[in-house]
């Protein structure tokens, strides 16, 4: 199963809504005007559309259409230390780097794109 979180990012406060938010639903009415594919857990592609995406995903994640941009990121307690949270905010686990191979984290890789675009 592939999970989906229907929260728009869009304001000061996240907005939970499943059906105002949700993916699919937002690319068949052309109510966005690219995809942003956050996955640092597994290689799944990303839903299929001719809307430009941008991948943040694991190193096995494979660019699936000609406009899609893939910027490979470690997996959080894998490449990086992070922490795994469950969707319903009751438990936080810290987790610690096991391997080294030179993967940034999903977190580093959207710093620096929010830099640029400032």
């Known amino acids: 199963m592939l999970f989906r979180s229907p929260v728009s990012y869009a304001g000061e406060v996240l907005a939970h809504d499943p059906l105002r938010h949700d993916t699919s639903r937002l690319l068949t009415d052309g ?8 996955s640092s857990f ?3 592609p990303p839903p299929t559309t001719d809307l430009p ?6 190193a096995g994640t ?8 893939c910027l490979p990121v470690g997996t959080p307690g894998v490449d990086h230390a992070g922490q795994l949270l469950r969707t319903d905010g ?3 686990l810290p987790v610690q780097a096991l391997l080294d ?3 940034p984290s999903a977190a580093s890789v959207l710093s620096a794109l929010l830099a640029r675009l400032d």
């Open 53 to 58: 995406r941008i991948v943040i995903g694991t």
């Open 101 to 103: 191979r030179k993967l």
């Open 42 to 44: 597994s290689d799944r």
């Open 31 to 38: 109510n966005v005007d690219a995809l942003l594919w956050v």
């Open 90 to 92: 009751v438990v936080a």
């Open 62 to 69: 494979v660019a699936p259409a000609p406009n899609t941009v």
